[in-house]
Structures are given as C-alpha cells and as structure tokens.
C-alpha cells in the first residue's frame, strides 16, 4: 500500500509559481513511476507530468510542456511539481498518482494509487 499526500496548492495570480508537492509512505518509494494529473470543473481529469523510477526521464503534456518540471527526491520519498508562468486554464484539482508501470502515455485508469489532490487556482 502507498499512501499519497499532496501539497502546495493555492491561489496564485496568472505569469506567477507554484511547487506542489507530493509526500509518499508505504512500500519502496523508488518502486514507482510518480504522475501528476489535474481536473477542472466538470472537465476530464488530464495528463500533466510524469518521471520514471530513477527520475531519468520525464514526460509532459502538450498543455505545460515548456512551463512546468517535474523531479523526485527518494531521500524524502516526495515528488514535486515546479509550475511556472501560470495560466488561467491551469486552474484544477491537482492529483499526484503512483504505478510500478512508467506509462507513455499514461492514463487515470492505469494508476494504482493517489493521492486526495490539491487546488491550485490561478487568477488574472
């Protein structure tokens, strides 16, 4: 079992940051693939950023590609999120997910475990 907790949210006006966080517990946090998806209001949760089990590699959709990173620290068995030059359109729900699979393109339905999410809302 892996337990997944978010954090960093909040309210932020639009070309600002953000860093979320994602805080893991449970089995070998080097195990996982770690993801980032997000929902908006009555839209479909989508893809946001993904790393692999080494934090080698990394992948992104096309909506943050450029603007956000995403990298691990398995000394504190957290990922995080660095969400930069921020847009209206990247208000949502942010969720961080965990799955031994490294996913390309990863999907909501692959994942095994997530966390509860985190509101970022961006503002003009």
């Known amino acids: 079992q892996v337990q997944l907790v978010e954090s960093g949210g909040g309210l932020v006006q639009a070309g600002g940051s953000l860093r979320l966080s994602c805080a893991t517990s449970?089995?070998?946090?080097?195990?996982?693939?770690m993801y980032w998806f997000r929902q908006a209001p009555g839209k479909e949760r989508e893809f946001v950023a993904a790393i692999t089990r080494s934090g080698s590699s990394a992948t992104y959709g096309d909506s943050v590609k450029g603007r956000f990173t995403v990298d691990r620290d398995t000394a504190k068995n957290t990922v995080y999120l660095q969400m930069n030059s921020l847009k209206l359109d990247d208000t949502a729900v942010y969720y961080c997910a965990a799955d031994p699979t490294y996913y390309n393109p990863p999907k909501p339905a692959n994942m095994d475990y997530w966390g509860k999410g985190t509101l970022v809302t961006v503002s003009s």
């Open positions: 449970g089995r070998t946090f080097s195990s996982y693939a």
